[in-house]
């Protein structure tokens, strides 16, 4: 293992800037959220807002912060593979003509969904001492399908240093290898600097499977095989490395990412009961492994039901390490909107007896009717002092990279968006400006295909 062990070690969560495509479409089958609120009108302008707020808020409150570009769309070079021809302007006129649902695909601003860009191993598990990478295929959609190049590309030019960074190739992107990466995944470990012991929850087995155990209505987005295939990329052995299958009713009621339903920090597992197919069995096995006593946090089906849990999103929340050892909870406003959701973040977690000790209320409306809450918005990647100081380009918050972001969201986004504008040349060329000036921002070089030529 690196010498990195508890070298000024502190997790760093790197949330997705919500693109100025940001738009409902229905794209995604097995999202509540998605599916119900497709065809709504959406606010770019104050999603983008929103998820600078949630940033600078954490920011402010002690926690290291980073954050990552959203991607180029609509995007014309995926519509082009598909056949239409011409100028920017032609082939958006003619995909809303003839194939509207894949001009709603090709604009997507589904990137800000972080905890989906891949996987990540710190490098105290390690046996190379580095931070090792994997981006997820997201293969299980097509609107989703298009992120991976362009996000291995950011990861590469943020996480530059071959001395301390490892990346590794996309899965293959066939459904036996579906992939969606750190939402269906966990790290558990007594503290961020201390080894760690990973969980990786899966939908389905795609060789060998039993249909009678998978989802019958809601496809599963994560297969054993991907998650075996990322642990091995990245080095990790039998005692690092725990699989357990998602509950498939979960999966069915609306749970379609792990981290729909389970949160993990540090030695606590926040986690309802229908999470896992065989709950007792992932304890074990958890238990087996750690170094460091589990402390699980279990909210029953009388406390919450899964469809409660669905549309609160109360396990998609972020859980924070405190410098003393407590733990904070960041969960969505819509927690304290339900009644039942919020007597049990009062009653059961903190009234109980575990390290979780102040809960937060964020705003991030405009993702949520995505699906996407505060935990799908980040991806955590615990680094070293050294580490962080090996960071390329200009990506960890402060207030004056904050005040930066904001004015450029305010100079460049719309705060309106409706389906039909999805096909305004005009909106193509606004995020094209939008994102040039984006990368001098945060000095990360060329990312995009526009860029590229
Ligand atoms: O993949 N929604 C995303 C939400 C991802 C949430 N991420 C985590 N749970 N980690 C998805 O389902 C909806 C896009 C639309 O319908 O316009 C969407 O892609």
Redo the contacts with the bound molecule.
């Keep these: 293992m690196s010498d990195a062990a508890n070298l000024d070690v502190r997790e760093v969560n790197f949330d997705g800037l919500v693109g100025p495509t940001h738009?409902?479409?229905?794209?995604?089958?097995?999202?509540v959220?998605?599916?119900s609120?497709?065809g709504l009108v959406s606010n770019p302008r104050e999603g983008a807002l929103q998820g600078l707020a949630k940033m600078k808020s954490l920011l402010d409150a002690g926690f290291a912060q980073g954050v990552l570009p959203p991607q180029q769309r609509p995007d014309l070079g995926a519509l082009r593979a598909l056949g239409f021809s011409g100028t920017a302007h032609e082939v958006l006129t003619r995909a809303a003509r003839e194939a509207p649902q894949l001009l709603?695909a090709v604009c997507?601003?589904?990137s800000m969904?972080t905890?989906?860009a891949g996987t990540v191993t710190p490098s105290v598990d390690a046996v190379d001492g580095r931070v090792h990478f994997t981006p997820a295929n997201?293969q299980?959609?097509f609107?989703?399908f298009l992120e991976p190049e362009t996000t291995g590309r950011v990861l590469a030019a943020i996480f530059h240093d071959p001395h301390h960074f490892a990346h590794h190739p996309v899965l293959p992107a066939t459904p036996a290898f579906s992939d969606?990466?750190?939402?269906n995944h966990t790290r558990l470990s007594a503290s961020h600097g201390e080894p760690g012991v990973h969980l990786f929850v899966y939908g389905r087995q795609a060789f060998g499977g039993d249909p009678a155990h998978e989802p019958r209505h809601f496809p599963a987005?994560q297969t054993l095989e991907a998650s075996q295939a990322v642990a091995r990329q990245h080095g990790l052995s039998d005692a690092q490395a725990v699989f357990a299958q998602q509950h498939p009713e979960a999966i069915d009621a609306g749970v379609?990412?792990n981290?729909?339903i389970a949160v993990g920090n540090g030695p606590v597992l926040l986690y309802h009961e229908m999470a896992f197919r065989d709950e007792q069995g992932t304890l074990d096995a958890l238990r087996a492994r750690m170094a460091t006593p589990l402390i699980p946090v279990r909210v029953p089906v009388e406390a919450v039901s899964l469809q409660d849990a669905v549309t609160s999103y109360l396990f998609?929340s972020q859980l924070l390490s405190q410098p003393d050892g407590s733990m904070t909870l960041v969960v969505p406003g819509e927690c304290q909107e339900n009644e039942a959701v919020w007597r049990t973040i009062q009653d059961l977690l903190l009234a109980g007896h575990n390290p979780i000790g102040e809960v937060l209320v964020k705003d991030v409306k405009q993702?949520m009717r995505?699906?996407?809450?505060p935990?799908?918005?980040r991806l955590r990647v615990a680094l070293s002092a050294a580490e962080r100081q090996a960071l390329s380009g200009r990506v960890l918050l402060d207030e004056a990279l904050y005040a930066e972001l904001t004015a450029w969201v305010e100079r460049h986004y719309r705060d309106r968006l409706a389906p039909d504008d999805l096909a305004d040349p005009q909106l193509a060329e606004e995020t094209l400006s939008a994102l040039d000036e984006l990368t001098q921002i945060l000095q990360i070089g060329s990312v995009y295909p526009f860029q590229l030529g």
Aim: glycine fraction near 16%; proline fraction near 0%.
């Design positions: 738009n409902y479409s229905g794209l995604a089958l097995g999202n959220a998605s599916m609120h497709g709603r997507s601003a589904s969904w905890a989906n997201l299980s959609s609107h989703r969606e990466g750190a939402a987005r379609f990412h981290d729909v998609n993702s995505n699906g996407g809450g935990a799908c918005l």
